[in-house]
Every structure is written in structure tokens, then in C-alpha cells.
């Protein structure tokens, strides 16, 4: 494929950098147009265009005389994808908009999910609002042939991101030798992909006439247990014996009503993805990356970077009720 004029709305997440860094490396064109406050190393050679993406007059000027692709990564309401169809419609080979694998129905009625699974999911709204931005696009694509391009990522991490529901403070719980909350009996299956993998999909996606008007699932293959997640990342962080204690996915909702909607409403629940509709495309993707592996590389970036590993005391002290209610004990 020769190379294209790629404009990345972020560019610096935790999925966005590494799908920066794959379009760099296969030839491409690439500038990112963020707020510029996100310290992350970017591959030499990519345009940095500071602005709100939130602005349509900072889109329109980053977008230029035109570009193949925008790639947008930060858009959550129909509010924000409109603002950007409004700086880009008609000088943009292909929009590509980042939705979201929890916008499949909850709880699906089939394994795997593909992406003829309904969108429906009545308990988190943000799915709800990707659900809405999805059905923009759709829209426009049928009434006036806007070039768009959907993806869902499901549980998609890098080295900085601790997939679990309290994050660093779980880790530190572990190495304290304090009893660690897993939601339902830790045996539900969830695809968790690393976003160097979850990349090499998105390239193949990058200016492929037979992407256009079409969703595709990007999320990889690998589906261990929550039990094995938290299981590899207590070795990785050195502890033989972690404390585990499993507790009702609603009850911990009802504790923590920040991160509730995304436990009942995803994470609760099996999860297992069909990629072969996206592999048509980019036949190169495959896992290369398995959790435990991950997780080793989440706990050495850590272990490097003291200034990451913050506990969340309000939800430390919530793990602490959670779990003496379920019967554990220092």
C-alpha cells in the first residue's frame, strides 16, 4: 500500500500510541492532534498539532487541504462526532471512529460475539453513547456515503494500564498481604488484548477500500479467567501466595458506584470475541502477547516508575469492607 496522510484524533492513549507507531512503521504520513498533555514518546518524524479536538475550527486546521484518514479516538457523544464530521466531511478519505465492544448486548446471548451481536447495553452509559455515535455514522454513511470506518476494541492494555478493578491499589494489596476482591467467582472468561497486537488490525484497516461502511471487532483471542489475570499479576509482582476473595459482582457495584456500570454492564460477564471478519483484512493479526506475559511488563514498568503506584485510599478502605463482609480477615 503506498503511503497515506494520517491524522490521529489523540495518538497518545493507551491504545492510540501503539496504532501511531504501527502506521509509522508501515510507511505512513502520520500527525496527532491532541491538548498536548499526555508525556508520551512518539515516533520521530510525527507532525504534534496541539488544539482541542472539541474545537472544530482546531480540526479543520489539522485536516488542512485534506488527508486520507482521520482516526478518531476521542469522541464519546454524538456532540463530539459532529463536531469533527463538521471539520472534516468532504476532505477525508476515510473516518474511522473508535467505538467500543461493550456496546454488545449485556449479557450476550451467544459466544463468541461477532459483530452481528445486537448493541444494546442497559447498564453503562458510556456504551450507550457509543451505541449513539455508531448510529450517526451509520446514518450518514447511508444518506450522504460518508467514508466511515467502525471499530470496537474491547479490554485493550499497554504497560501502564492495570486491568483490574482497583488497579495499582490491588497490587499493593497483594504485596501487603491483604485479601484482593475479584468480582463473581473469577471464572468468567474476558478477552484482554495487548495494544501492540490490537494495532497491527487497526493498520490493515488504514486506507482499505473494502473497510468502508463497515464495524469490525478488533480484540484478539485470548480469553483467560479473571482468576488467572489476578493470578499472574500477583507472580508477576513476586507474591506466591496472594489472598483472593471473590465477591458478587452486584455487591460490588453497589460499593463502588464509580466503576459499577462497567463491571455489571462488561467486565461481569464472558466475553469472547469472533476476529475473523477484521482478519479478512489484516490477515498478519493474531495474539502475540498473552496476559502473562503482559503482566510481567506491567509490574517492570511500575516497579521502574514509583511515582505510578498510587493507592486509592477511599477505594482501598471499600476492598477492606468488601472483604470482611465476605468473610475474610487480616
Known sequence: MSSLRVLFLGGTGTISTACVRAAVA??????????GNRDRDLPGGVRRITGDVRDAGAVRAAVGEGVDVVADFLSFVPEHVETVLSAIEGRVGQYIYISSASAYEKPPRYLPVTESTPLRNPFWQYSRDKIACEDLLVGAHRDRALPVTIVRPSHTY????????????DIARMRAGK???IHGDGTSLWTITHSDDFAVAFTGLLGNPAAIGDAFTITGTHA???NQIYGWLADAAGVSDPRFVHVASDTI???LPDVGPSLVGDKAHSMVFDNAKVTRLAPEFRTTVTFDEGARRILAFYDAHPDRQQVDEKLDAAFDALAD?????D
Open 179 to 181: 485479601p484482593v476482591v
Open 26 to 35: 508501515a510507511g505512513h504520513d502520520v500527525s496527532v492532534l491532541n491538548r
Open 158 to 169: 499497554d504497560e501502564t494500564m492495570i486491568p483490574t478493578t482497583g488497579g495499582w491499589t
Open 253 to 255: 457495584a453497589a460499593a
Open 325 to 329: 463482609r465476605a468473610g475474610a480477615t
Open 224 to 226: 483467560p479467567t479473571w
